[in-house]
């Protein structure tokens, strides 16, 4: 939900998203023909037989290593580092296709509120840019355990404060400290 992004990023824009289920996910990376990871440790669990090293892995395979939840050293942080790098993967293999083929495989997959025309415009900027000119950020925070009914859950709470000083950083947003008070409280 936009308003929610909005919220969290202190009243920062956010006009636009794109979401995407599982089986988009599946779909656009078979249809680029896999990408090539480095996956950091045998990944076993729940059906999950991802081996350790450097592989080409598909749609199916992909899905799994986006969703594996254990044994990264640094927990959900490092869960997400690993999700980045296959986003990237992602990205810098699609910037050399034809990307109309591969949103029409997985067109139904997709919900955003960005037109058709505003899409094929971002897509002609990332192919000339590159993957390289990408940047990602982890939202500054905390991850935390909690115990709830008796079940040990895991949560990760953002620090507003830290949000703006990401922001301002990136974005070079610039805010009186009052106005980023009231915009940066917790909910």
Same mark, same amino acid.
């Given at each position: 939900c936009v308003s929610a992004v909005r919220k969290v990023l202190c009243d920062a824009p956010a #006009?636009?998203?794109?979401?995407? #289920? %599982?089986?988009?996910?599946?779909?656009?990376?078979?249809?680029?023909?896999?990408?090539?990871?480095?996956?950091?440790?045998d990944m076993e669990a729940g059906g999950i037989e991802i081996p350790k090293g450097k592989q080409v892995l598909y749609g199916?395979?992909?899905? /799994?290593y986006l969703r %594996?939840?254990?044994?990264?050293? #640094?927990?959900?942080?490092?869960?997400?580092r690993a999700q /980045?790098?296959?986003?990237k993967a992602v990205l810098g293999k699609t910037g050399k296709l034809e990307l109309t083929k591969i949103i029409s495989k997985v067109f139904g997959s997709i919900k955003t509120n960005m037109s058709i025309g505003y899409i094929a415009e971002c897509a002609e900027q990332f192919r000339k840019n590159g993957v390289e000119d990408i940047t990602m950020h982890?939202?500054?925070?905390t991850a935390m355990y909690k115990y709830i009914d008796g079940i040990n859950w895991s949560y990760y709470f953002h620090s507003p404060q830290k949000v703006k000083e990401l922001l301002d950083e990136v974005y070079g947003i610039e805010s009186t400290a009052e106005k980023t008070r009231k915009r940066c409280e917790p909910y």
């Open positions: #006009d636009y998203y794109l979401s995407i #289920d %599982y089986e988009g996910v599946e779909g656009i990376v078979d249809a680029i023909g896999g990408v090539e990871l480095e996956v950091p440790f199916k395979e992909a899905l /799994q %594996y939840r254990k044994g990264y050293p #640094d927990g959900d942080i490092g869960r997400i /980045q790098k296959l986003i982890i939202l500054p925070g």
